[in-house]
Nanobody, 117 residues
Framework: QVQLVESGGGSVQAGDSLRLSCVAS????????LGWFRQAPGREREFVAA????????YFRDSVKGRFTISRDNAKNTVYLQMNSLKPEDTAVYYC??????????WGQGTQVTVSS
């Protein structure tokens, strides 16, 4: 069983930066593809960013391209989401996900990000 714990959320002003972290325990971290999703009030959970197990490829939703980066440190079982130039529309609960080679998906409990104008 894989457990994911996010941290780094908070309340910031538009234009500020935050770095989210997600630490995994259990399983074989280096074999997992990792991702970040977010869910704003009244909206469905949406994809934000992902990185492959080997870190060679990353993917982003269009609205965050150029502002967000995703990285992983397999030695620390941690995935990061660096968020720059934050906008009020980035306000949401951010969830970390890990997908195993058998396509099983694990989720963290989420961390709140609030961006005020």
């Amino acid at each position: 069983q894989v457990q994911l714990v996010e941290s780094g959320g908070g309340s910031v002003q538009a234009g500020d930066s935050l770095r989210l972290s997600c630490v995994a325990s259990g399983g074989t971290f280096s074999t997992y593809s990792l991702g970040w999703f977010r869910q704003a009030p009244g909206r469905e959970r949406e994809f934000v960013a992902a990185i492959r197990y080997n870190g060679n490829n990353s993917y982003f939703r269009d609205s965050v391209k150029g502002r967000f980066t995703i990285s992983r440190d397999n030695a620390k079982n941690t995935v990061y989401l660096q968020m720059n130039s934050l906008k009020p529309e980035d306000t949401a609960v951010y969830y970390c996900s890990a997908t195993s080679v058998l396509a099983r998906i694990y989720w963290g409990q989420g961390t709140q990000v609030t961006v005020s104008s």
